[in-house]
């Protein structure tokens, strides 16, 4: 058996409960004592509470409800979850007090010089994300319990083009962090079709005694972009937009949302995307207005000219 596989051994063998002696170890796993001395030392020092008596009846045991400690952590997965909660925390994750109780946990588990270690790691590292003052964590734990159940729920919603709160009754899919908010993917029993709701707008929630079956195949994520993204093929068919410009700017343009969809060649200097006329004109040119002079389109020519009137339009309102 290999040396990982010999410790985690030994670690289910004091995981029972029960007191056992280097030499019943040894015997159980056919391997010299004094390997078994190596791997508790190991484990040990990796933040392991083994107790060692001595004496006639004496050997080594674990901590009372030591079975309770995520024992096989590295310390590049520790550090990865705390880094991960940062994430969270940032997000607005409706669970922090379940979170911030597993951060502690997880570091009450760990030795002095194991926490010395996280803790230069977390400083430092932090998140920049939008406000999320707004949102509701109860709401949105509601409707996540809700979509785990699946039950359907009784919400209160505000959409952006009216101003009083509507009761609607939906089936919630899931939830999904977008663009610095949260929403939820429901079948909405009103408009009788999926749609998805801005968590920041939903006033209240109120579980219902009705349950509902989610499609199998079905994936909140893909939804989701599906609707933000416009449907290749709706306009009068697709055409090449070349753009040339400085790398990083093309980097990060390709990286874009919305434009890393349409992306069908990339050069040092040029991107080349494959959308639909419509789309051209509609959307792309408020994508690249943001860099400037650092990118240029160069092909179609329709397309140049849209964004000449978008920019004078600009300059006109400016002057007025």
Avoid at 184 to 208: G, P
Avoid at 220 to 249: H, K, Q, Y
Avoid at 272 to 289: A, M, S
Wanted: glycine content about 6%; charged content about 25%.
């Amino acid at each position: 058996m290999s040396k990982n596989g010999n410790m985690l051994s030994i670690l289910w063998m004091l995981n029972t409960g029960a007191q056992i002696t280097a030499k019943q170890m040894s015997e159980k796993l056919e391997i010299n004592i004094r390997t078994v001395y190596r791997y508790i030392d190991a484990l040990c020092a990796s933040g392991v509470p083994i107790i060692s008596e001595s004496g006639h009846h004496g050997g080594y045991r674990l901590l009372q409800d030591f079975i309770r400690a995520p024992l096989l952590f590295s310390m590049e997965e520790q550090k990865a979850l705390l880094h991960a909660a940062v994430f969270a925390q940032g997000a607005g994750y409706p669970f922090d007090e379940a979170l911030n109780h597993s951060v502690l946990k997880l570091k009450s588990y760990s030795n002095q010089e194991q926490l010395s270690e996280l803790n230069r790691h977390l400083t430092g590292f932090e998140v920049i994300s939008g406000s999320n003052e707004l949102v509701a964590k109860q709401i949105l734990s509601e409707i996540e319990q809700a979509a785990a159940d699946e039950y359907s729920v009784e919400i209160e919603y505000r959409s952006g083009r009216e101003e009083q709160p509507k009761s609607r009754t939906v089936d919630p899919y899931g939830v999904v962090y977008w663009n610095n908010k949260w929403y939820t993917v429901a079948f909405c029993q009103l408009r009788n079709e999926i749609r998805s709701f801005r968590a920041d707008r939903i006033i209240s929630v109120k579980r219902t005694e009705f349950g509902f079956k989610r499609p199998a195949a079905f994936s909140v994520r893909s939804f989701f972009l599906e609707r933000l993204l416009p449907d290749l093929g709706e306009g009068e068919g697709p055409t090449c937009v070349i753009i040339e410009g400085r790398e990083a700017s093309l980097d990060d343009l390709c990286h874009n949302w919305f434009m890393q969809h349409y992306l069908i060649e990339r050069t040092t200097n040029q991107a080349r995307f494959l959308l639909d006329e419509e789309i051209i004109h509609k959307y792309v040119p408020y994508f690249l207005l943001p860099y400037g002079k650092t990118i240029k389109v160069l092909e179609p020519t329709s397309f140049k000219n849209t964004v000449q009137t978008i920019l004078q339009d600009l300059i006109v309102f400016y002057e007025e």
